[in-house]
């Protein structure tokens, strides 16, 4: 303690384990695959409309069950509305100084959102016999009105729970600001690659699955930037992964980062059984970064 | 309005008796760790190890002793809840279970808390923790029950050497200066005290007189609101959503939103 390189070396571990980081993952995917579907939708060909579909088929059912980790993880979860609703006077709970707080109503508020996006999906894959839902998505006025709110909403889950981090007094995750970016990109990145997976698997073939790989590889580098960015931000509390964290982490950037850029730009012959091997890899190593991060600094 | 109230620990006078300790479980009806098993430490003659949900103080032994145990001096010290002026599991805690009290305190109010454990990573002294009875973040509440009764502390009114002394934050703060000078006048010149001015967190209301750097008691240097990074850390990620949207509209941009046949697995 004598020698600790930062004050947040005097703080105590909040026991965020397991459920946390599959939430904190989960939660990515969700608010990334809603993001890049809206891009999608907004600035790609009516063709590619079923690859932004997949997008939303993740989004909802990924946020549904972050929606559920989230309360099994408290100590009380029956406790869970306390969060929402002042339990002392009935009135709404909100702290917008608080990013576990804005947390909780950006999910719920994200939660809708999906919802309707998801709704609209299956009424155009004529999967609901609703066909006016269809005009809950892009490129109607309320499909691009809700699909902006909406992907905003996304972009908030997938980065707030890096700001969330920093927003304690705890080693690492509060010794730098830079979580909350390294997450969106890390979300982006392995929500193309889910979305990659999808379309892969259901056989779907459209030029802006090439795109979307190409933006992977974009974000990737980005990635692996940002966290290239967050090392230096540390200082001297980078140290802290002079350890088996240290090594699990490079292992998270060779498996999730420059492997599935080789594999991108070296093999582009193979290019269906790469897409499903970078993409696996993408997503293990944006898993693995979570674990690093939070249980690197739950051991101090 | 009463006046703010608190605590000032003068660490030289601490015997290591643990009767505040005792006390503060005692009064607080506190369980016992594993079911009252005895736990040893093993390298110190301290057991209790740390400050958590069951044990809201906690006697430390810094023990410094040269290699060879010839020369050597114990530091003692009762730590407890700092009852920060701006305090960080107040600050982050997102059901509005911790409150400030009319006396300038802090308390979890226990029936309100949902076991988050922001506040836990908060807290830059490391204080709070879950109790394992109630399932829910706990910690020092400065006896908030005996002080509506207009009791004093169960920990300070069990000291023997009061170590430990209650009493409004102006009163503590005058006499704890007087009680750096005597011991400056005495030849200790290290002494001094930590967190009785503004500049820490606004004041603790819990401040100390100590005879080493606060690292050695196992206290930060330097701590800090949690929200200090909440404006850059959300700059950055919006940056980092910019950088991701615009690789996006790049990659897809030529494509345009003309209609055409939509593709079908």
């Given at each position: 303690?004598?020698?600790?390189?930062?004050?947040?070396?005097?703080?105590?571990?909040?026991?965020?384990?397991w459920?946390?980081?599959?939430?904190f993952?989960?939660?990515?995917?969700a608010?990334?695959?809603?993001?890049?579907?809206?891009?999608?939708?907004?600035?790609?060909?009516?063709?590619?409309?079923?690859?932004?579909?997949?997008g939303?088929?993740?989004?909802?059912?990924?946020?549904?069950?972050?929606?559920l980790?989230?309360?099994?993880?408290?100590?009380?979860?029956?406790r869970?509305?306390?969060?929402?609703?002042?339990?002392?006077?009935y009135?709404?709970?909100?702290?917008?100084?608080?990013?576990?707080?804005?947390?909780?109503?950006?999910?719920?508020?994200?939660?809708?959102?999906?919802f309707l996006s998801?709704?609209?999906?299956?009424?155009e894959?004529?999967?609901?016999?609703?066909?006016?839902?269809?005009?809950l998505?892009?490129?109607?006025?309320?499909?691009?009105?809700?699909?902006?709110?909406?992907?905003?909403?996304?972009?908030?889950?997938?980065g707030?729970?890096?700001?969330?981090?920093?927003?304690?007094?705890?080693?690492?995750?509060?010794?730098?600001?830079?979580?909350?970016?390294?997450?969106?990109?890390?979300?982006?990145?392995?929500s193309?690659?889910?979305?990659m997976?999808?379309?892969?698997?259901?056989?779907?073939?459209?030029?802006?699955?090439?795109?979307l790989?190409?933006?992977?590889?974009?974000v990737?580098?980005?990635?692996?930037?940002?966290?290239?960015?967050?090392?230096?931000?540390?200082?001297?509390?980078?140290?802290a992964w002079?350890s088996?964290?240290?090594v699990l982490l490079?292992?998270?950037?060779?498996?999730?980062?420059?492997?599935?850029?080789?594999?991108?730009?070296?093999?582009?012959?193979?290019?269906?059984?790469?897409v499903?091997?970078?993409?696996?890899?993408?997503?293990?190593?944006?898993?693995?970064?979570?674990?690093?991060?939070?249980?690197?600094?739950?051991?101090? | 309005?009463?006046?703010?109230?608190?605590?000032?620990?003068?660490?030289?006078?601490?015997i290591g008796?643990?009767?505040?300790?005792?006390?503060?479980k005692?009064?607080?009806?506190?369980?016992?760790?594993?079911?009252?098993?005895?736990?040893?430490?093993?390298?110190?003659?301290?057991?209790?190890?740390?400050?958590?949900g069951?044990?809201?103080?906690?006697?430390?032994?810094?023990?410094q002793?040269?290699?060879?145990?010839?020369?050597?001096?114990?530091l003692?010290?009762s730590?407890?809840?700092?009852?920060?002026?701006?305090?960080?599991?107040?600050?982050?805690?997102?059901?509005?279970?911790?409150?400030?009290?009319?006396?300038?305190?802090?308390?979890?109010?226990?029936?309100?808390?949902?076991?988050?454990?922001?506040?836990i990573?908060?807290?830059?002294?490391?204080?709070?923790?879950?109790?394992?009875?109630?399932?829910t973040?706990?910690?020092?509440?400065?006896?908030?029950?005996?002080?509506?009764?207009?009791?004093?502390?169960?920990?300070?009114?069990?000291c023997?050497?009061?170590?430990i002394?209650?009493?409004?934050?102006?009163?503590?703060?005058?006499r704890?200066?007087?009680?750096?000078?005597?011991?400056?006048q005495?030849?200790?010149?290290?002494?001094?005290?930590?967190?009785?001015?503004?500049?820490?967190?606004?004041?603790?209301?819990?401040?100390?007189?100590?005879?080493?750097?606060p690292?050695?008691y196992?206290?930060?240097?330097?701590p800090?609101?949690?929200?200090?990074?909440l404006?850059?850390g959300?700059?950055?990620?919006?940056?980092?959503?910019?950088?991701?949207?615009?690789?996006?509209?790049?990659?897809?941009?030529?494509?345009?939103?003309?209609?055409?046949?939509?593709?079908?697995?």
């Open positions: 303690m004598i020698d600790a390189p930062s004050s947040t070396w005097f703080t105590a571990p909040t026991h965020w384990g459920l946390i980081v599959l939430y993952f989960i939660g990515g995917l608010g990334g695959s809603y993001f890049l579907a809206v891009l999608i939708d907004l600035f790609g060909r009516r063709e590619d409309r079923a690859l932004a579909r997949i939303y088929y993740i989004a909802f059912p990924a946020i549904a069950l972050s929606g980790l989230l309360p099994v993880d408290l100590t009380r979860p029956l869970f509305w306390h969060m929402v609703i002042e339990s002392n006077t009135r709404p709970m909100f702290k917008y100084w608080s990013p576990m707080s804005l947390g909780v109503w950006a999910l719920l508020i994200f939660g809708f959102f999906s998801f709704l609209a999906a299956l009424a894959d004529g999967r609901i016999d609703r066909p006016q839902l269809r005009a998505r892009p490129p109607g006025a309320l499909g691009t009105v809700l699909a902006m709110m909406g992907g905003t909403a996304g972009f908030y889950i997938a707030y729970t890096g700001v969330l981090l920093a927003v304690t007094n705890r080693p690492i995750w509060s010794d730098t600001p830079l979580l909350g970016m390294l997450f969106v990109a890390s979300a982006a990145s392995t193309a690659a889910s979305i997976l999808l379309a892969h698997r259901s056989g779907l073939t459209t030029p802006a699955l090439d795109d790989h190409r933006m992977d590889d974009w990737t580098i980005l990635e692996l930037l940002f966290l290239i960015a967050v090392v230096i931000s540390l200082g001297p509390v980078a140290k002079l088996a964290w240290g490079l292992l998270a950037v060779v498996v999730g980062m420059i492997a599935p850029l080789v594999l991108s730009w070296r093999a582009r012959q193979l290019r269906h059984w790469n499903v091997t970078s993409a696996v890899l993408v997503l293990l190593g944006g898993f693995l970064l979570r674990v690093v991060i939070i249980f690197s600094s739950e051991a101090i | 309005m009463p006046e703010p109230m608190g605590f000032y620990t003068d660490t030289t006078v601490c008796c643990k009767a505040c300790e005792v006390a503060c005692e009064w607080n009806q506190l369980p016992s760790t594993n079911g009252g098993v005895n736990t040893l430490s093993g390298d110190s003659y301290d057991n209790t190890r740390r400050l958590d069951m044990h809201w103080r906690h006697v430390k032994f810094i023990e002793f040269s290699e060879d145990r010839k020369d050597g001096r114990w003692l010290m730590d407890v809840c700092k009852h920060c002026v701006h305090a960080a599991c107040l600050e982050v805690c997102p059901t509005g279970a911790i409150i400030r009290t009319e006396f300038d305190t802090v308390v979890i109010q226990s029936n309100t808390c949902n076991g988050c454990r922001d506040c990573g908060a807290c830059p002294f490391g204080v709070i923790d879950i109790n394992p009875v109630s399932q973040a706990q910690k020092c509440t400065l006896c908030y029950d005996r002080m509506q009764g207009g009791l004093e502390p169960a920990c300070s009114k069990a023997p050497t009061k170590s002394q209650f009493g409004t934050i102006r009163e503590l703060r005058d704890a200066q007087k009680r750096v000078e005597q011991l400056h005495t030849g200790e010149t290290r002494a001094y005290l930590y967190g009785a001015d503004e500049k820490m967190l606004g004041g603790l209301n819990s401040f100390y007189l100590l005879v080493d750097k690292e050695v196992g206290l930060p240097p330097d800090k609101m949690p929200t200090r990074n404006l850059p959300s700059v950055y990620a919006v940056l980092g959503a910019i950088a991701v949207g615009l690789a996006g509209i790049f990659n897809f941009r030529n494509r345009g939103a003309a209609p055409g046949p939509e593709a079908r697995p």
